[in-house]
């Protein structure tokens, strides 16, 4: 069984930065994409970015282009989600979760693909004041 685990959310100011980790294991990694899906209580679960780890290409939400980067550890179990420039509609919970259907990469920040993910990490809030 795939476990995720996610760190580094919290409180900023809109314009600040915050730095989400996820950890993970349980699973043959080349064979996955792991990244982040968002939630705002009332609406449903969006993709916002992923890595391949396989090739490490990645994937972006077009609302988080330019502002949020996702990357891998070379080579180990930990992705990052550097997000600058935050905004008060970025406030959610952010989800970290691994999917053994990785291409292509921009299935992630479609409007359903959340349904069949693999793996879900419990979840970090992330809350930027105005």
């Known amino acids: 069984e795939g476990l995720l685990v996610e760190s580094g959310g919290g409180l900023v100011q809109a314009g600040g930065s915050l730095k989400l980790s996820c950890t993970f294991s349980?699973?043959?990694?080349?064979?996955?994409?792991v990244g982040w899906f968002r939630q705002v209580p009332g609406k449903e679960r969006e993709g916002i970015s992923c890595i391949s780890l396989f090739d490490d290409s990645t994937v972006y939400e077009d609302s988080v282009k330019g502002r949020f980067t996702i990357s891998r550890d070379s080579g180990k179990n930990t992705v990052h989600l550097q997000m600058n420039n935050l905004k008060p509609e970025d406030t959610a919970v952010y989800y970290c979760?691994?999917?053994?259907?990785?291409?292509?990469?921009?299935?992630?920040?479609?409007?359903?693909?959340?349904?069949?993910?693999?793996?879900w990490g419990k979840g970090t809030l992330v809350n930027v004041s105005s």
């Open positions: 349980g699973f043959r990694f080349s064979e996955y994409a």
């Open positions: 979760a691994a999917d053994q259907r990785p291409y292509p990469l921009r299935q992630w920040v479609s409007k359903t693909f959340h349904v069949g993910v693999n793996f």
